[in-house]
């Protein structure tokens, strides 16, 4: 059983070929999917890098730690031991420095080669110059063979694929929303509540998605929702440009989610009900993204949202088998929270992911210490 799970620790669709899923929902948008990180997901370029290496680095995969365990210590290369005697071997074979050669050497290391020469075997070494020496070579070897510790963490998803898309177009520096008794743009009210319900979610695989005229994937699907709701700090108004496309931001998010999962894909989409640019409407795109079991909550953040922005996210909701909420407080986002835990997850089997953690550096720091008081011990010898 343990076996099984640690072969299926690291498995995921989203490193392998994109499904006849993907592929159909690539024809409705308009965008090509292929196998690599650049084509999956086209319709994001490469933002500017963050302290939390979003995007451009691979997702540290960070699950429910509910069981875990620290393996013995490993070697990555435990062959190089047979390098042990090396040094004992070339103290018998080399031959001795003649006392009159005519490369001239620097003292410090003559008198480390004398060790492994006749000449030292004829000399009267102390005692604790050997031990060094031969502690020195040990830990080199000991870093060579790479030295490794493996923690694993037994992973309980609740199934659940959530993707979250935030409008950042221009509508959104309206200061009319109302955070701790004080004004403040809709974006910043967005951000500060977005933060807690995200760092809820956990179990759930959760994303985060970019969206204005462009529609740019800000997070992939993964368990660490610390570091999505840290990624939210980076994000600013008007990197997608500054009109509106709900059309864009939901093809994306179809193609992202990943298409051999039946149920439990959910899409928050959060905007001020503008819907300005693209061809694809947001009504036309949640019908479609209906047919590929992708429910759509909307959440209109406005303290006074038009009608005709209400009736764009209500329609939007409905065709997509979600709920449309008008969001002024972080009650009204609780209650999205609610329905979504309301959802049937999807079952999904229990597996294992690895961390490891190289000891190597610490033998090769101690190399360094001895190396250099030996050098410092020949130079006072010389």
């Known amino acids: 059983m343990a076996a099984d799970r640690q072969g299926r620790a ?6 392998g070929r994109p499904t006849d899923a993907m592929v159909d929902a690539a ?16 319709a994001a370029p490469r933002l500017p890098p963050s302290r939390y290496g979003f995007p451009g680095r691979a997702e540290r995969v960070h699950c429910l730690p509910e069981q875990g365990t ?3 210590i490993d070697l990555m290369r435990p062959w190089v031991f047979v390098l042990l005697p090396l040094p004992l071997l070339a103290w018998r074979i080399l031959p001795a420095i003649a006392a009159n050669a005519a490369l001239p050497v620097p003292a410090p290391i003559r008198g480390l080669i004398s ?4 000449e030292g075997r004829r000399r009267r070494r102390r005692p604790e110059d050997l031990w060094i020496k031969a502690l020195g070579w040990a830990l080199l070897v000991v870093a060579l063979a790479g030295p490794y510790s493996r923690d694993s963490i037994l992973v309980t998803p609740t199934g659940r694929d959530l993707m979250i898309a935030v409008d950042l ?4 520096e309206q200061q009319d929303m109302i955070l701790d008794d004080v004004s403040v743009p809709r974006f910043v009210a967005v951000r500060e509540l977005l933060k807690d319900f995200i760092k809820a979610r956990k179990g759930d695989r959760v994303g985060l998605i970019a969206y204005g005229h462009e529609a740019y994937l800000i997070s992939p699907l993964g368990y660490d929702v610390e570091a999505v709701a840290a990624v939210l700090d980076e994000l600013a108004i008007g990197l997608p440009g ?3 496309d709900l059309g864009r931001a939901i093809g994306l998010a179809v193609k992202t989610f990943d298409a051999e999962q039946d149920a439990g894909r959910v899409l928050i989409l959060l905007s001020d009900g503008e819907d300005n640019s693209g061809e694809l409407t947001g009504f036309d795109a949640a019908v479609l993204a209906a047919q590929h079991g992708v429910r759509i909550h909307t959440i209109g953040f406005a303290s006074n949202i038009e009608a005709d922005g209400a009736d764009v996210l209500r329609n939007i909701a409905n065709n997509a088998d979600g709920v449309f909420f008008w969001a002024r407080s972080t009650a009204d986002l609780a209650a999205t929270s609610r329905a979504i835990n309301e959802m049937e997850p999807t079952e999904r089997p229990e597996e294992e992911n690895h961390i490891l953690r190289d000891w190597s550096l610490y033998a090769v720091a101690a190399v360094l210490l001895l190396l250099a008081g030996l050098i410092v011990q020949e130079i006072r010898k010389a």
């Open 115 to 118: 060790g492994l020469s006749d």
């Open 70 to 72: 620290r393996s013995m």
């Open 10 to 15: 690291g498995q995921d669709s989203r490193c």
């Open 169 to 172: 177009s221009a509508s959104m």
């Open 242 to 244: 500054h009109r509106t």
């Open 27 to 42: 024809r409705v948008f308009g965008q090509p999917v292929g196998t690599g990180a650049a084509t999956r997901h086209p």
